[in-house]
Protein backbone atom coordinates (compact mmCIF):
# COMPACT_ATOMS: atom_id res chain seq x y z
CA UNK A 1 0.00 0.00 0.00
CA UNK A 2 0.78 3.54 0.15
CA UNK A 3 3.77 4.35 2.67
CA UNK A 4 6.39 6.58 3.55
CA UNK A 5 8.92 5.51 5.91
CA UNK A 6 10.83 8.21 7.32
CA UNK A 7 14.47 8.42 9.41
CA UNK A 8 15.40 9.08 11.70
CA UNK A 9 12.66 10.23 14.09
CA UNK A 10 15.03 12.89 16.43
CA UNK A 11 18.13 15.04 15.16
CA UNK A 12 20.21 16.54 17.21
CA UNK A 13 23.45 18.45 16.02
CA UNK A 14 25.36 21.43 16.66
CA UNK A 15 25.37 24.63 14.88
CA UNK A 16 27.38 25.01 11.92
CA UNK A 17 26.84 21.09 11.27
CA UNK A 18 24.98 19.39 8.36
CA UNK A 19 21.58 17.61 8.95
CA UNK A 20 20.50 14.53 6.38
CA UNK A 21 17.26 12.98 6.67
CA UNK A 22 15.95 10.36 4.79
CA UNK A 23 12.74 8.83 2.85
CA UNK A 24 11.55 5.89 1.34
CA UNK A 25 8.40 5.53 -0.55
CA UNK A 26 6.48 2.24 -1.82
CA UNK A 27 4.80 3.29 -4.81
CA UNK A 28 7.08 3.58 -8.08
CA UNK A 29 4.26 5.76 -9.61
CA UNK A 30 4.97 8.83 -7.59
CA UNK A 31 6.34 11.71 -8.77
CA UNK A 32 6.46 14.52 -6.78
CA UNK A 33 8.60 15.04 -3.61
CA UNK A 34 8.09 18.04 -1.54
CA UNK A 35 9.42 18.45 2.18
CA UNK A 36 7.29 20.83 4.93
CA UNK A 37 9.11 22.61 7.95
CA UNK A 38 6.67 22.62 11.22
CA UNK A 39 7.17 24.85 13.49
CA UNK A 40 5.01 23.94 17.32
CA UNK A 41 1.47 24.18 16.50
CA UNK A 42 2.30 26.43 13.31
CA UNK A 43 1.17 25.30 9.90
CA UNK A 44 3.48 22.88 7.53
CA UNK A 45 5.55 25.13 5.14
CA UNK A 46 6.91 24.06 2.06
CA UNK A 47 10.96 24.42 2.35
CA UNK A 48 11.54 22.67 -0.89
CA UNK A 49 10.36 20.07 -3.63
CA UNK A 50 11.63 17.82 -6.55
CA UNK A 51 9.70 15.87 -9.25
CA UNK A 52 10.51 12.64 -10.17
CA UNK A 53 12.45 13.75 -13.78
CA UNK A 54 15.30 15.74 -11.75
CA UNK A 55 17.62 13.81 -9.27
CA UNK A 56 19.18 17.39 -7.35
CA UNK A 57 17.61 20.26 -6.74
CA UNK A 58 19.25 23.00 -4.21
CA UNK A 59 18.00 26.14 -2.36
CA UNK A 60 20.87 27.85 -0.39
CA UNK A 61 21.76 25.52 2.48
CA UNK A 62 18.66 22.90 1.69
CA UNK A 63 19.69 20.38 -1.02
CA UNK A 64 17.18 17.31 -1.91
CA UNK A 65 17.90 14.31 -3.75
CA UNK A 66 16.28 11.85 -5.30
CA UNK A 67 16.89 8.11 -6.35
CA UNK A 68 13.93 6.82 -8.32
CA UNK A 69 15.47 3.17 -8.64
CA UNK A 70 15.96 2.74 -4.75
CA UNK A 71 12.20 4.75 -4.45
CA UNK A 72 14.10 7.10 -1.72
CA UNK A 73 14.90 10.71 -1.13
CA UNK A 74 16.46 12.91 1.11
CA UNK A 75 17.24 16.77 2.90
CA UNK A 76 20.53 17.90 3.19
CA UNK A 77 20.76 20.85 5.48
CA UNK A 78 23.90 22.55 5.86
CA UNK A 79 25.73 25.03 8.17
CA UNK A 80 22.70 24.46 10.28
CA UNK A 81 21.32 27.23 12.48
CA UNK A 82 19.41 27.31 16.00
CA UNK A 83 16.51 28.27 13.43
CA UNK A 84 16.76 25.66 11.89
CA UNK A 85 15.23 23.67 14.92
CA UNK A 86 11.43 22.35 13.82
CA UNK A 87 9.88 18.95 12.89
CA UNK A 88 10.22 18.02 9.20
CA UNK A 89 8.10 16.07 7.48
CA UNK A 90 8.80 14.62 3.80
CA UNK A 91 6.02 13.56 1.46
CA UNK A 92 4.70 11.52 -1.54
CA UNK A 93 2.19 12.55 -4.12
CA UNK A 94 0.31 9.85 -5.54
CA UNK A 95 -1.01 11.48 -8.87
CA UNK A 96 -3.13 7.99 -10.11
CA UNK A 97 -5.64 9.06 -6.92
CA UNK A 98 -5.52 13.06 -7.51
CA UNK A 99 -2.70 15.10 -5.30
CA UNK A 100 -3.17 13.51 -1.89
CA UNK A 101 0.30 13.99 -0.04
CA UNK A 102 1.27 10.85 1.80
CA UNK A 103 3.74 11.87 4.93
CA UNK A 104 6.52 10.83 6.52
CA UNK A 105 6.53 10.30 10.58
CA UNK A 106 8.73 13.28 10.60
CA UNK A 107 12.11 14.31 12.18
CA UNK A 108 12.26 16.19 14.98
CA UNK A 109 15.72 18.24 14.33
CA UNK A 110 17.46 20.16 17.57
CA UNK A 111 20.26 22.16 16.79
CA UNK A 112 22.36 23.28 19.62
CA UNK A 113 24.22 26.16 19.88
CA UNK B 1 1.28 33.85 5.43
CA UNK B 2 0.51 31.04 2.83
CA UNK B 3 -2.83 32.91 1.65
CA UNK B 4 -4.85 29.60 2.83
CA UNK B 5 -7.25 31.05 6.04
CA UNK B 6 -9.19 28.63 8.25
CA UNK B 7 -11.40 29.23 10.70
CA UNK B 8 -12.08 28.93 13.58
CA UNK B 9 -8.37 28.73 15.17
CA UNK B 10 -9.63 26.83 18.19
CA UNK B 11 -12.82 24.69 18.87
CA UNK B 12 -13.58 22.71 22.33
CA UNK B 13 -16.38 21.18 22.39
CA UNK B 14 -17.86 17.79 23.73
CA UNK B 15 -18.59 14.17 23.32
CA UNK B 16 -21.45 13.60 20.47
CA UNK B 17 -21.39 17.13 18.94
CA UNK B 18 -21.36 18.40 15.62
CA UNK B 19 -18.74 21.09 14.58
CA UNK B 20 -17.70 22.41 11.33
CA UNK B 21 -14.06 23.88 10.26
CA UNK B 22 -14.15 26.09 7.05
CA UNK B 23 -11.46 27.11 5.08
CA UNK B 24 -10.65 29.48 2.28
CA UNK B 25 -8.00 28.51 -0.97
CA UNK B 26 -5.54 30.95 -2.05
CA UNK B 27 -7.63 33.02 -4.70
CA UNK B 28 -7.06 31.20 -7.94
CA UNK B 29 -6.76 27.94 -6.52
CA UNK B 30 -9.26 25.19 -7.31
CA UNK B 31 -8.15 22.21 -5.17
CA UNK B 32 -8.56 22.37 -1.61
CA UNK B 33 -7.37 19.25 0.55
CA UNK B 34 -7.92 18.48 4.18
CA UNK B 35 -5.12 16.51 6.51
CA UNK B 36 -5.81 15.50 10.08
CA UNK B 37 -2.98 15.87 12.58
CA UNK B 38 -2.86 13.96 15.63
CA UNK B 39 0.20 13.04 18.15
CA UNK B 40 -0.15 9.69 16.93
CA UNK B 41 -1.33 9.45 13.87
CA UNK B 42 0.68 12.47 12.09
CA UNK B 43 -0.32 14.00 9.11
CA UNK B 44 -3.07 11.91 7.90
CA UNK B 45 -4.72 12.91 4.29
CA UNK B 46 -8.91 13.04 4.65
CA UNK B 47 -10.17 14.21 1.21
CA UNK B 48 -9.70 16.51 -1.60
CA UNK B 49 -11.98 18.64 -3.91
CA UNK B 50 -11.13 20.14 -7.17
CA UNK B 51 -13.14 22.58 -8.63
CA UNK B 52 -16.59 21.46 -6.30
CA UNK B 53 -16.32 18.14 -7.17
CA UNK B 54 -14.50 15.24 -4.60
CA UNK B 55 -11.68 14.16 -6.08
CA UNK B 56 -9.70 11.79 -4.01
CA UNK B 57 -10.70 10.30 -0.06
CA UNK B 58 -8.56 8.79 2.70
CA UNK B 59 -8.94 7.32 5.74
CA UNK B 60 -12.02 9.49 6.68
CA UNK B 61 -14.58 8.35 8.90
CA UNK B 62 -17.82 8.02 7.96
CA UNK B 63 -18.79 10.44 10.34
CA UNK B 64 -16.44 13.13 8.91
CA UNK B 65 -18.24 14.54 5.57
CA UNK B 66 -16.71 17.66 3.52
CA UNK B 67 -17.78 19.61 0.38
CA UNK B 68 -16.27 22.66 -1.40
CA UNK B 69 -18.88 25.36 -2.52
CA UNK B 70 -18.52 27.38 -5.64
CA UNK B 71 -16.91 30.00 -4.13
CA UNK B 72 -14.02 27.42 -3.69
CA UNK B 73 -14.33 28.02 0.00
CA UNK B 74 -14.99 24.30 1.58
CA UNK B 75 -15.59 22.74 4.78
CA UNK B 76 -15.28 19.84 7.27
CA UNK B 77 -18.09 18.19 9.10
CA UNK B 78 -17.24 16.49 12.14
CA UNK B 79 -20.39 14.80 13.42
CA UNK B 80 -20.86 12.24 16.41
CA UNK B 81 -17.45 13.58 18.28
CA UNK B 82 -15.12 11.38 20.17
CA UNK B 83 -12.14 11.82 22.63
CA UNK B 84 -10.13 10.78 19.75
CA UNK B 85 -11.37 13.41 17.49
CA UNK B 86 -9.06 15.71 18.97
CA UNK B 87 -6.69 16.99 16.46
CA UNK B 88 -5.39 19.59 14.57
CA UNK B 89 -6.79 19.84 11.34
CA UNK B 90 -5.00 21.40 7.62
CA UNK B 91 -6.47 22.78 4.88
CA UNK B 92 -4.25 23.16 2.01
CA UNK B 93 -4.87 24.26 -1.49
CA UNK B 94 -3.03 23.89 -5.10
CA UNK B 95 -3.75 25.30 -8.61
CA UNK B 96 -4.13 21.97 -10.22
CA UNK B 97 -6.50 18.57 -9.57
CA UNK B 98 -3.21 16.01 -9.27
CA UNK B 99 0.08 15.67 -7.93
CA UNK B 100 3.39 16.49 -10.00
CA UNK B 101 2.05 19.52 -10.82
CA UNK B 102 0.97 21.10 -7.50
CA UNK B 103 2.39 22.74 -4.72
CA UNK B 104 0.04 22.21 -1.77
CA UNK B 105 0.29 25.14 0.69
CA UNK B 106 -1.39 24.76 3.92
CA UNK B 107 -3.50 26.85 5.94
CA UNK B 108 -2.93 27.31 9.95
CA UNK B 109 -5.35 24.81 10.91
CA UNK B 110 -8.06 24.74 13.71
CA UNK B 111 -7.35 22.87 16.38
CA UNK B 112 -10.26 20.75 17.57
CA UNK B 113 -10.36 19.52 21.40
CA UNK B 114 -13.02 17.64 22.50
CA UNK B 115 -13.65 17.03 26.12
Known amino acids: GENVEQHPSTLSVQEGDSAVIKCTYS??????FPWYKQELGKRPQLIID?????GEKKDQRIAVTLNKTAKHFSLHITETQPEDSAVYFCAATYYNQGGKLIFGQGTELSVKP | DSGVTQTPKHLITATGQRVTLRCSPRSGDLSVYWYQQSLDQGLQFLIQ???????AKGNILERFSAQQFPDLHSELNLSSLELGDSALYFC??????????????FGPGTRLTVL
Open chain 2, 49 to 55: YYNGEER
Open chain 1, 27 to 32: DSASNY
Open chain 2, 92 to 105: ASSPVASGGGGTQY
Open chain 1, 50 to 54: IRSNV
